[in-house]
């Protein structure tokens, strides 16, 4: 069983730069695809950022393409989510989640199997 853990989470001004990091324990990860999702107070969990593990294809939600990077260091079983000039509106629950197997869609919640237990980032204006 595949436990995600994020953290780098906080309160920081509109602007700077936030990482976040997902460590997995109890399973490789490295043929896992990865994904970021987010949910703000009263709304969805929305999808952010995916990337593959045979290609490295990334993909990014239109709302922060440019301003974040997704990427993966396989050697400390780690996903990684490098957020840039922050907004108010990043501000949101920021989880990790991981699928072992094929996804024909990386946006989707459901296509994903297992999930961490978010971690808190608050953008002030």
């Known amino acids: 069983q595949v436990q995600l853990v994020e953290s780098g989470g906080g309160l920081v001004q509109a602007g700077v730069s936030l990482s976040l990091s997902c460590t997995a324990s109890g399973g490789d990860i490295s043929r896992y695809i990865m994904g970021w999702f987010r949910q703000a107070p009263g709304k969805e969990r929305e999808f952010v950022a995916s990337i593959t593990w045979r290609t490295i294809t990334t993909d990014y939600a239109n709302s922060v393409k440019g301003r974040f990077t997704i990427f993966r260091e396989n050697a400390k079983n780690t996903v990684y989510l490098q957020m840039n000039s922050l907004k108010a509106e990043d501000t949101a629950v920021y989880y990790c989640?991981?699928?072992?197997?094929?996804?024909?869609?990386?946006?989707?919640?459901?296509?994903?199997?297992?999930w961490g237990q978010g971690t808190q980032v608050t953008v002030s204006s």
């Open positions: 989640a991981a699928s072992a197997g094929i996804i024909l869609d990386t946006s989707r919640r459901d296509s994903y199997d297992y």
